[in-house]
């Protein structure tokens, strides 16, 4: 008979301090929360479900795919919705299956859970104490002993931009086989340190986190550990378990795990330094860009980035560069719903006057929201809606809602009813807009922009924007965090109180 899986995915990256909340409609993305329509959303994209989804297929076995939830990264889970999604997924369980592969994020906060993929684990677990159960995270998790205890076999993408989600899932799912199969015992080692690192400086593209991942990566891909991964957190989030920290998951017959470990959360607390960021005025950013020659010169506004829980209308980088004068710019999206629906009705080719952007405040980061008066012509309306063809998400569809375009004269400015980060030159093209022809291209992100804009850009420039998002870990206010804690604790910052 053939084996019975059940595959799932409940992702949400939260941030504590943003203001906006995360009810269920806000896991709705695809249009589809589970069954033939949820697999057919995700089947062959480059998504930890979709990797999941392969697996299964390729084992031959029965599946069911009881939820598939994923939001955009923002303020608590609902009590509601976290019980609705994990109650599908437990009840799904208790009917009986040879393995379960979850897709999870490993940052997901409820209103009443710290620890959502913890107690989604501790869940399945009192029903199912002996299924196997391999789970995929992102590199932002944060790590505790309730996932450690609930899951057989963990795996974290090594990139960030994250363009091995689905690799992810399969080196989850390899390990996973061999254990069915009975060729392998797997048990996890993990260990962390008391870093708290800034996500804009701990990509494992650049140091300090390259050498950290490439000691995980040769070890898993020598075949020395089955997986070994390496989280580096995820810091807008006021929780008692955020750390840098490593999982490794090794044969029972081997002590591989725990010098691998050792060894990379050692080199962790060494380059700990590195992992702090030095924030900047931002005029002087948006001065240097306008200096630079030739383009398209990519400005990235990591303040109010949707991929961290940002709100996506901060209007604090535009408003820099209109007044410095930069000019044959696009920018985007800018989150407005009303705006939309204001240049819908005008139509395309009409003159309007908008209040764009700064409608929402953000209390925890003592931010008022701040509209930005514009003047232009309304260039294009889309329904928002276009399939990725870069290389992170591959093959998924972004759902921006309606979406318009206002041209100023000097930057065109793409106005969205939803959020949606800007990693895929998408968000341009299919509103007519090529960001590969224009001196200067705004867009609202920390890292995955790197994905798409990168390999376009002649020169990167780093904005400091106001948000919730920011980089600057001295900007928000930790009341739950575990102290000592590195860099707040100044002991530990001079090397006095290492451990």
Request: glycine fraction near 10%.
């Amino acid at each position: 008979m053939a084996r019975k899986f059940v595959v799932a995915m409940m992702m949400h990256e939260t941030n504590t301090f943003s203001p906006l909340p995360t009810p269920i409609d806000s896991f709705a993305r695809s249009g589809a929360l589970s069954g033939a329509p949820a697999i057919a959303e995700a089947e062959g994209t480059n998504t930890s479900l979709g990797g999941f989804i392969e697996v299964a297929r390729q084992a031959g076995a029965e599946f069911t795919v009881p939820m598939a939830a994923s939001a955009h990264p923002s303020g608590l889970v609902t009590e509601a919705a976290y019980e609705q999604m994990t109650t599908a997924i437990v009840d799904e369980v208790r009917k009986g299956c040879d393995a379960v592969l979850l897709a999870l994020h490993g940052a997901m906060v409820a209103e009443h859970f710290d620890d959502g993929e913890g107690e989604l684990l501790n869940r399945i677990r009192r029903i199912a104490p002996d299924v196997p159960i391999a789970v995929a995270l992102d590199f932002h998790t944060q790590m505790t002993e309730a996932m450690i205890r609930g899951a057989s076999i963990i795996t974290g993408y090594r990139t960030y931009p994250h363009i091995d989600m689905a690799d992810t899932a399969r080196r989850s799912g390899r390990t996973l086989m061999r254990m069915l199969a009975g060729e392998v015992e797997p048990r996890m080692v993990w260990g962390n340190r008391p870093i708290m690192s800034s996500s804009l400086v701990h990509t494992p593209s650049r140091e300090p986190m390259k050498t950290l991942m490439g000691m995980a990566n040769q070890a898993e891909d020598s075949g020395q550990v089955l997986n070994a991964s390496v989280f580096g957190g995820f810091p807008q989030a006021d929780i008692p378990h955020l750390a840098l920290s490593s999982v490794i998951v090794c044969d029972k017959r081997t002590a591989e795990g725990e010098v691998l470990l050792n060894r990379i959360l050692d080199a962790a607390w060494d380059k700990r330094e590195g992992f702090l960021f030095h924030p900047e005025k931002l005029s002087v950013q948006v001065a240097r860009a306008k200096a630079l020659d030739g383009g398209p010169i990519v400005m990235a506004d990591h303040g109010d980035n949707t991929a961290s829980g940002g709100t996506q209308d901060v209007m604090s980088v535009v408003e820099e560069a209109l007044a410095q004068g930069l000019e044959d710019a696009c920018a985007g999206p800018i989150c407005d719903p009303a705006c939309v629906d204001q240049m819908i009705k005008a139509g395309v080719g009409a003159e309007v006057t908008l209040q764009l952007g700064g409608k929402i405040d953000m209390p925890a980061m003592g931010l008022k929201g701040k509209p930005l008066q514009v003047n232009g012509r309304v260039k294009a309306i889309t329904d928002g809606q276009f399939v990725v063809t870069g290389p992170m998400a591959t093959g998924t569809t972004v759902r921006m809602g309606r979406t318009a375009v206002l041209d100023t004269g000097k930057m065109l400015i793409v106005v969205s009813e939803k959020r949606a980060e800007p990693f895929d030159l998408g968000v341009f093209t299919h509103c007519g807009i090529d960001p590969r022809r224009k001196k200067y291209v705004l867009i609202k992100s920390r890292q995955h922009f790197r994905a798409g804009f990168e390999p376009i850009a002649k020169h990167i420039v780093m904005c400091d924007g106001d948000g919730c998002t920011a980089s600057d870990l001295a900007l928000f206010k930790y009341t739950k965090v575990k102290r000592p804690l590195y860099p707040f604790d100044l002991d530990m910052r001079l090397g006095r109180n290492e451990a």
